[in-house]
């Protein structure tokens, strides 16, 4: 079965167009919902392996580089904070993709490095007797609390 998925998965990564991405976005974040990185490890390993520079420059051209980054983009999300290994992993692998000079390779890489800080940023936590905490308030230094 999962060589079965991988020729899929190789054809949609490798299909030089941008229509279709949202529905394969959408069915790859599907099949990541809720799931371990372990146990998706082998669709990951080749998610995050297609998206390489190395992978990138066999791509002849900037629309199959942007596919596989938008491919990647909604499992970013739906992996959230559980896939903290992966997310370093990707941000050494696509930094390359930032200095492209294609703009629509920027702005995808981009947009991956922006979901990337929103799944993996801890907001702080304010905590009794802070420096923030006047403590005339009672609703402050309560850490995010409605007043």
């Known amino acids: 079965a999962r060589a079965l998925c991988l020729r899929v998965v190789t054809a949609i990564s490798s299909a030089p167009e941008m229509e279709s991405?949202?529905?394969?976005?959408?069915a790859l974040r599907f099949s990541v919902f809720d799931r371990h990185p372990v146990r998706i490890k082998w669709l990951l390993t080749f998610l995050f392996?297609?998206?390489?520079p190395a992978a990138t420059q066999e791509a002849s051209t900037s629309v199959i580089t942007c596919r596989r980054l938008s491919l990647l983009k909604p499992i970013?999300?739906?992996?959230?904070?559980?896939?903290?290994?992966?997310?370093?992993?990707?941000?050494?692998?696509?930094?390359?993709?930032?200095?492209?000079?294609y703009t629509q390779?920027?702005?995808?890489?981009?947009?991956?490095?922006?979901?990337?800080?929103?799944?993996?940023w801890a907001p702080p936590w304010k905590e009794e007797g802070s420096l923030h905490s006047s403590g005339d308030d009672k609703s402050e230094g309560r850490g995010w609390e409605a007043p």
Do not use: K, T, Y
């Open 49 to 52: 392996d297609n998206v390489s």
């Open 76 to 101: 970013l999300n739906e992996l959230s904070w559980r896939g903290c290994p992966l997310h370093r992993q990707l941000l050494h692998d696509i930094l390359p993709l930032l200095g492209s000079s």
């Open 105 to 120: 390779i920027r702005e995808c890489a981009a947009s991956c490095f922006a979901a990337l800080s929103r799944v993996s």
């Open 21 to 26: 991405v949202g529905v394969w976005s959408s």
